[in-house]
């Protein structure tokens, strides 16, 4: 099944950035485990995700006409390539039911405390239904502008909670156990860097381009690794260790700018940005689902699946998990090692495999 629509490499990059920054206002999973030294757990799973990256290239480079879950059928076999395919399908339609939840809980938290979760679900459902009916040109076309509007918030939030920054709350350095860094570094690297694996599913809808999609992945995540890391940094200067007590660190934060009489209440701007690039995050993940979902039942198109995936995700999205500290709970203690083992370890073991069958090679001769 080919999408029609095709991508640029430059819409691919900006959408990765998007994908990325829509996770900086969930920095709070690893806070209580790494405390002062969360940017530092930052920048080590920035390291750590490269390699990673590079395998998601070599796979595109290798088949650049399949996407994840072909690439598994090539590979595997029919039986074992469906059977990895039904765990993916499961790993992205979780993906988006979390965000989706996350997306509602923000919401009732922060600007519609009174307003039903039912009816945040159901609208936001609907219209990133409506951007997934359209196809992958339509959910990323504007992924360029969300990163220009989010990169504007950070620096003008950066700015103006200077005043509220301490430089001591990044002190002792380095005093904590190791075990500490290691388990926070693969939340970090699982939730949110690794899930850029997901990208993989339409890596054949982009345009070709003159020396490949390598630059473009990795400035995307560049630009999306350094705007979570500045999140980081700076709630963390503001916030200190108290970082650990709040669901939504960035937007704490944030609720201390205050810049005049009149825009006291500046943090609902910086909230609808914060809507806005989780609506990119759930429409992305919401057709990748049903792209994914449509592949396995070997539909000639998705878009008859989107309804149906719609109402699924709503029903999933209410009983993910039971409350935002049962959502923390498995966000550090279960999620990364099962996500470390689907975006990192079954890419690399299908990569080497390829290799020693001599895919595709084998198969054109």
Same mark, same amino acid.
């Given at each position: 099944?080919?999408?029609?629509?095709?991508?640029?490499?430059?819409?691919?990059?900006?959408?990765?950035?998007?994908?990325?920054?829509?996770?900086?206002?969930?920095?709070?999973?690893?806070?209580?485990?790494?405390?002062?030294?969360?940017?530092?757990?930052?920048?080590?799973?920035?390291?750590?995700?490269?390699?990673?990256?590079?395998?998601?290239?070599?796979?595109?480079?290798?088949?650049?006409?399949?996407?994840?879950?072909?690439?598994?059928?090539?590979v595997y076999g029919p039986v074992l390539g469906k059977m990895l395919a039904w765990f993916y399908i499961w790993f992205f339609y979780t993906l988006t039911a979390i965000n989706l939840r996350d997306?509602?809980?923000?919401?009732?938290?922060?600007?519609?405390?009174?307003?039903?979760?039912?009816?945040?679900?159901?609208?936001?459902?609907?219209?990133?239904?409506?951007?997934?009916?359209?196809?992958?040109?339509?959910?990323?076309?504007?992924?360029?502008?969300?990163?220009?509007?989010?990169?504007?918030?950070?620096?003008?939030?950066?700015?103006?909670?200077?005043?509220?920054?301490?430089?001591?709350?990044?002190?002792?350095?380095?005093?904590?156990?190791?075990?500490?860094?290691?388990?926070?570094?693969?939340?970090?690297?699982?939730?949110?860097?690794?899930?850029?694996?997901?990208?993989?599913?339409?890596?054949?809808?982009?345009?070709?381009?003159?020396?490949?999609?390598?630059?473009?992945?990795?400035?995307?995540?560049?630009?999306?690794?350094?705007?979570?890391?500045?999140?980081? /940094?700076?709630?963390?200067?503001?916030?200190?260790?108290?970082?650990?007590? =709040? @669901? &939504?660190? !960035?937007?704490?934060? +944030?609720? *201390?700018?205050?810049?005049?009489?009149?825009?006291?209440?500046?943090?609902?701007?910086?909230?609808?940005?914060?809507?806005?690039?989780?609506?990119?995050?759930?429409? /992305?993940?919401?057709?990748?689902?049903?792209?994914?979902?449509?592949?396995? =039942? @070997? &539909?000639? !198109?998705?878009?008859? +699946?989107? *309804?149906?995936?719609?109402?699924?995700?709503?029903?999933?999205?209410?009983?993910?998990?039971?409350?935002?500290?049962?959502?923390?709970?498995?966000?550090?203690?279960?999620?990364?090692?099962?996500?470390?083992?689907?975006?990192?370890?079954?890419? =690399?073991?299908?990569?080497?495999?390829?290799? +020693?069958?001599?895919?595709?090679?084998?198969?054109?001769?």
């Amino acid at each position: 099944m080919k999408e029609e629509n095709k991508i640029t490499a430059s819409q691919f990059m900006f959408s990765v950035a998007c994908f990325l920054q829509a996770s900086s206002l969930l920095t709070g999973f690893f806070g209580p485990i790494t405390m002062q030294d969360s940017w530092l757990t930052v920048c080590f799973a920035l390291l750590l995700v490269t390699p990673v990256c590079l395998i998601y290239l070599k796979l595109m480079q290798t088949f650049p006409e399949l996407n994840l879950l072909e690439i598994y059928d090539r590979v595997y076999g029919p039986v074992l390539g469906k059977m990895l395919a039904w765990f993916y399908i499961w790993f992205f339609y979780t993906l988006t039911a979390i965000n989706l939840r996350d997306v509602q809980d923000f919401l009732n938290l922060t600007i519609m405390v009174e307003t039903p979760r039912v009816v945040l679900l159901v609208v936001f459902i609907f219209l990133c239904a409506y951007a997934v009916y359209n196809g992958v040109k339509v959910v990323t076309q504007y992924s360029s502008l969300f990163v220009f509007i989010f990169m504007i918030v950070l620096v003008i939030g950066t700015i103006f909670t200077i005043n509220h920054m301490n430089m001591e709350n990044f002190l002792p350095v380095l005093t904590l156990p190791a075990r500490n860094y290691l388990h926070a570094t693969n939340i970090v690297l699982t939730i949110p860097f690794g899930e850029l694996v997901v990208f993989l599913m339409i890596a054949p809808s982009v345009q070709k381009v003159n020396g490949g999609l390598g630059k473009y992945l990795f400035s995307g995540l560049a630009m999306g690794g350094f705007a979570y890391l500045v999140a980081v /940094f700076r709630d963390t200067s503001v916030l200190g260790n108290t970082i650990a007590l =709040f @669901a &939504f660190p !960035s937007f704490e934060t +944030l609720r *201390m700018v205050n810049l005049f009489q009149a825009l006291s209440r500046l943090e609902i701007l910086f909230a609808l940005v914060f809507i806005i690039l989780l609506f990119f995050k759930v429409s /992305f993940l919401f057709y990748v689902s049903v792209k994914a979902l449509a592949y396995v =039942f @070997a &539909f000639k !198109s998705y878009r008859s +699946l989107v *309804m149906l995936s719609g109402a699924l995700l709503f029903t999933y999205a209410l009983f993910v998990y039971i409350s935002t500290v049962d959502h923390a709970i498995y966000a550090t203690e279960t999620t990364p090692q099962l996500w470390l083992l689907l975006e990192a370890i079954i890419p =690399f073991l299908t990569l080497m495999l390829a290799k +020693l069958r001599k895919l595709p090679q084998r198969e054109e001769r």
